[in-house]
């Protein structure tokens, strides 16, 4: 293993609600494979009573107790690192450095009270999260961070502004949370290791070379290969070089990659539960919405009677693209 990190994200394609980057770092002996590591605790392919799942955030947030589930996965990695569960998502957002100023610009997000965790057992989660962090120890391996960058509506549709293009706004967002987990990187070189991130492919963007070089201006990028379902580069440092991957499916390349999209799909849904139960506390019978297209002009239509009441900031609820 020696350095490995992940990025991916949530809620690129929903017309409400926030886009949520996260990205995990990790660093352990060569060879070593997280899951391997853990498999008495956690599981990839299905869900096993017991243990926590971190695979694609779509497969784990599914059925009935998906939520419960993601919410397993997402609090006990966090707990097993920061040794303690955030009391509520205002706490959570404040820890992760989210600027909340902003955010509440937004009348739903006014009241971030909301407690953690929502479906999830407490004692559960704390109790998991020792023995996680007790196996990772004992393999001598070490969460370095855990990035989670939420992207609200309004700040969205700025980068939309500024862009004038989705895939480079959504890329910014990316290389925010890809440039604060590599500054973990040259005390890891400093011992001669290796490192690799694996990102989530942004949409069907297939060249990232020039975004590397204005996010590391000091390294030289190196392009390994370009292909439809795989795009790899090799950053050269002073301090060591580092291989960076955007491909298909991250989440089944690389652990860290699976964890950030349970973190990013786990700050978005939170994100949304309090955007519904502020709505639905002021509109009689309306329904909640994931914010996805359809749902979310659904959603925009049964308030359409209520908007001059509300007197609703259009541009942070309603995504330009």
């Known amino acids: 293993m020696n350095f490995l990190a992940g990025v991916d994200e949530a809620g690129l394609g ?36 017991g243990k926590v799942r971190v695979a694609d955030s779509k497969k784990v947030n599914q059925g ?12 006990v990695f966090w707990t097993a690192m920061h040794g303690e ?3 509520t998502i205002g706490d959570w957002l404040q820890k992760l450095g989210a600027n909340l100023d902003l955010l509440q610009r937004c009348p739903w997000y006014e009241d971030l009270s909301m407690t953690l965790p929502r479906a999830a057992d407490a004692d559960w989660i704390q109790l998991h999260a020792e023995l996680v962090a007790r196996a990772l120890r004992k393999a ?3 969460l370095l961070d855990i990035a989670v960058r939420p ?29 604060r987990i590599l500054l973990r990187l040259p005390a890891q070189f400093e011992r001669g290791e290796s490192g690799h991130l694996v990102a989530d492919r942004c949409g069907g963007r297939m060249h990232y ?56 799909k786990y700050l978005r849904e939170i994100m949304v539960e309090v955007l519904n139960q502020w709505f639905c ?35 942070r609820l309603v995504r330009v693209r």
């Not at 060569?30 to 299905?46: A, H, M, N, R």
């Not at 009935?64 to 609090?75: I, S, W």
């Not at 919405?289 to 979310?296: I, M, R, S």
Request: charged share 25%; hydrophobic share 40%.
């Open 140 to 142: 001598e391996v070490t």
């Open 209 to 264: 070379a020039g975004d590397l070089r204005n996010l590391r201006p000091d390294a030289r990028v190196e392009t390994l290969q370009e292909e439809p379902a795989l795009s790899s580069y090799r950053l050269h440092t002073a301090a060591g070089a580092v291989q960076i991957t955007f491909a298909e499916k991250g989440e089944d390349r690389a652990f860290p990659t699976a964890l950030a999209s349970c973190f990013a």
């Open 14 to 49: 929903p017309i409400l609600g926030p886009l949520v980057v996260a990205g995990i770092a990790m660093s352990g002996p060569e060879g070593t494979d997280p899951w391997k590591v853990l498999t008495k605790l956690v599981s990839k392919q299905k869900y096993q009573k």
């Open 281 to 315: 506390a002021r509109v009689p019978g309306l329904q909640p919405t994931a914010g996805y297209y359809t749902d979310g002009h659904r959603f925009l239509g049964d308030l359409e009677p209520h908007l001059e009441t509300l007197a609703l900031p259009r541009h």
């Open 64 to 75: 009935p107790h998906g939520l419960q589930r993601l919410e397993e996965t997402a609090l």
């Open 151 to 179: 992207v609200d509506v309004e700040e969205w549709n700025g980068l939309i502004a500024d862009t004038d293009n989705k895939s480079r706004a959504h890329f910014h967002a990316y290389a925010e949370v890809i440039g």
């Open 85 to 87: 569960l955030p009391a």
